[in-house]
């Protein structure tokens, strides 16, 4: 069981706020003050220290923080195996990017499902950074996503490497066929919100090359891909996409890709989990399972 200071300290870390945390914990602050004290006399270190008024954690504060997450993360997964028989009737839940949950990994968990019918599953689709949130938390046990995310607290193993390409619809004219990023400036980009992998690999492409997507000429930003799919067809705008994603559209030619000489794009999709669980092979594992072929 996790050390109730740990959780004080997860907690005030969450808020970087003393008052709240205790709030939180329904706990007194002086409390809350004891708890830390005690942990950096049990560590022999500063978890905390002040820039001005703003409380941070020190290097040893962030060690720990990344240790307590995946103690709490392996906590909760091992109180669910232990309810459940361990793999007998075991609970499968994890998280997706829209990409993968949609395109790329339902095949292989309609293979695994069929191959372990005692097993219940629950996949949660959301943004990278999102997955990410409920990975700390321990709401998921592991996840897979196409987004960026801090490799020192998180172990991980490459899914699939997908191409990232441009569509169009059919119909759309161009004034001159585009041979560079530079040429679809002119154009409506259709993106998703803050927060996607999708989003952010354009994001950082373009960065990357001094540009941004703010120096397209109109910007519609919208969250459901199907939505994305659908305008970007009926010629409301160009946007930019995993190809798995676009492969049935483009097959119907639906839409149409972008040549871009510059914009060779491929990119991971990585399965991730707490770093330094217990779990470890388990994940790998599972991994192995769930791996397109």
């Not at 669910?80 to 007998?88: H, T």
């Not at 998921?140 to 490459?158: C, M, P, S």
């Not at 492409?205 to 930003?221: A, H, M, P, Q």
């Not at 919208?222 to 705008?237: A, P, Q, R, S």
Request: aromatic content about 12%; some cysteine.
């Amino acid at each position: 069981m996790l050390d109730f200071r740990i959780e004080t300290f997860i907690t005030v870390c969450e808020y970087m706020n003393f008052t709240k945390a205790a709030e939180k914990l329904s706990i007194t602050q002086p409390a809350v003050s004891q708890h830390i004290r005690y942990l950096e006399e049990e560590y022999q270190t500063k978890l905390f220290e002040y820039m001005g008024k703003r409380m941070k954690l020190t290097e040893s504060g962030k060690f720990l923080l990344n240790a307590s997450l995946t103690m709490k993360h392996d906590e909760i997964h091992l109180k669910e195996m232990v309810k459940s028989g361990f793999y007998e009737n075991k609970m499968l839940t994890f998280g997706a990017t829209l990409t993968v949950g949609e395109f790329l990994i339902p095949e292989q968990i309609c293979r695994y499902l069929k191959e372990n019918q005692n097993i219940s599953l629950k996949m949660i689709v959301a943004n990278t950074s999102e997955l990410l949130e409920k990975l700390d938390k321990g709401i998921i046990d592991f996840a897979l996503v196409e987004g960026y995310f801090t490799k020192n607290e998180y172990d991980h193993r490459l899914y699939s490497k997908e191409n990232y390409i441009a569509v169009c619809s059919p119909k759309h004219q161009f004034m001159k066929e585009p041979e560079s990023i530079k040429d679809l400036f002119k154009e409506t980009i259709i993106i998703r919100e803050n927060g996607s992998g999708t989003r952010e690999v354009l994001e950082r492409t373009l960065e990357g090359k001094n540009y941004s997507v703010e120096d397209f000429k109109n910007k519609i930003e919208i969250t459901n891909m199907n939505v994305i799919k659908y305008l970007t067809e009926e010629d409301c705008g160009i946007t930019f996409l995993y190809e798995a994603a676009v492969k049935k559209e483009l097959q119907e030619k639906k839409l149409r890709r972008i040549f871009l000489k510059e914009m060779d794009i491929q990119h991971d999709m990585m399965f991730i989990w707490r770093k330094n669980s217990i779990f470890s092979d388990y994940y790998c594992n599972l991994l192995k399972i769930f791996k397109i072929y």
